[in-house]
């Protein structure tokens, strides 16, 4: 049903008491590993959600590769267009210290390798799909070929435009649903999106670029949807947040999921939104992402 062209990534979390400064040496209080990338993020979300997803993209030669396929396999995640190419799996290093501030560096590896050349063999897969989601985590002319070969097979096209740099919005007229965040918005748009009525603003100089509908989602405060037919707010579920790590992208996944099995617009958001508010009650990543059951229990309630 879904495809996802994108990123995989292992993380690497390293808890400290202070960031280190420069020259300086610190030990760790805590070192986890976990997977991560956008694009394998928002593949395992909406596989949670019930759909049929393949994940395309590219892992390294080294052991990470190994257990990150083992581990999307294990998630009903379709890994049989993820090449694996000689050298370093993509790896992010992520430091958080004990006000929960990270620093993040992220080294690219396989993701980097990517080619349009490697996307040839999916065109079965998009002839079936309903839907094409991509981030900006590989190099941007491999993302911008799918889409094109997307739409002229009037696969709904779903880009969510992080990170933001280098984001071309010449690109947005070929989008059909375009999903941001605060950041991402204020950077395509120079507009800031702080309250209501500013992001309701971003959202439509967004459509006024040529997008053709927008998702702006505002953390805690819920989230925006806006095409040329209106506009849609949802408050966000009340939850007590203790890491919002992978909120955008457990929405992302859920909300291609309820789309592509036919849900209307507005409960698309409100299932995205529900699975989203679980996402932050937990720690991690892909650990953190919930299941079909649990978001229509929080949606029932
Ligand atoms: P990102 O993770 O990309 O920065 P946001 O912070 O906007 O994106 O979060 C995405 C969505 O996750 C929000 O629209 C909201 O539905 C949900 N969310 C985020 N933080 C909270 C929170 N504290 N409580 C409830 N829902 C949240």
Redesign the pocket.
């Known amino acids: 049903d879904i495809l996802v062209v994108g990123s995989i990534n292992m993380d690497i979390i390293n808890k400290v008491e202070r960031h280190p400064s420069v020259g300086e040496t610190i030990s760790a209080l805590e070192t986890e590993t976990g997977p991560g990338g956008k694009g394998a993020n928002q593949a395992v979300a909406a596989s949670r959600m019930g759909s049929q997803v393949t994940l395309a993209g590219a892992v390294g030669t080294d052991s990470y590769g190994e257990e990150l396929l083992a581990l999307l396999n294990g998630e009903n995640v379709n890994t049989e267009r993820i090449m694996v190419k000689e050298g370093l799996t993509g790896l992010a290093f992520i430091t958080v210290n004990g006000a929960g501030h990270n620093h993040i560096i992220v080294s690219p590896g396989a993701n980097e390798k990517l080619s349009e050349a490697d996307l040839l063999p999916l065109m079965p897969e998009l002839n079936q799909a309903k839907a094409l989601i991509v981030q900006n985590e590989i190099p941007w002319a491999v993302s911008a070929y799918i889409i094109k070969e997307a739409r002229a097979r009037n696969v709904k096209v779903l880009v969510n435009p992080?990170p933001v740099e280098h984001f071309p919005v010449t690109i947005l007229p070929s989008i059909d649903l375009l999903i941001v965040?605060?950041?991402?918005s204020e950077a395509l748009t120079g507009l800031q999106a702080k309250d209501h009525v500013q992001a309701v603003q971003a959202a439509q100089r967004l459509l006024d670029l040529g997008a053709n509908a927008v998702v702006l989602?505002?953390?805690?405060?819920?989230?925006i949807y806006l095409d040329r037919n209106g506009e849609y707010f949802?408050e966000?579920?009340?939850?007590s947040?203790v890491d919002?790590?992978?909120?955008?992208?457990?929405?992302i996944g859920a909300l291609a999921s309820s789309i592509v099995k036919g849900k209307a617009t507005q409960e698309a958001v409100d299932w995205?939104?529900a699975a989203?508010?679980i996402?932050?009650t937990r720690k991690g990543a892909i650990p953190s992402i919930p299941y079909w059951e649990e978001v229509r229990a929080l949606i029932e309630e």
Not at 181 to 184: L, R
Not at 217 to 223: H, I, K, R, S
Not at 236 to 239: E, K, L, S, T
């Open positions: 992080a965040n605060q950041h991402e989602t505002l953390g805690e405060q819920g989230v949802r966000a579920f009340q939850v947040a919002t790590t992978a909120a955008g992208d457990t929405f995205a939104c989203a508010a996402c932050v």
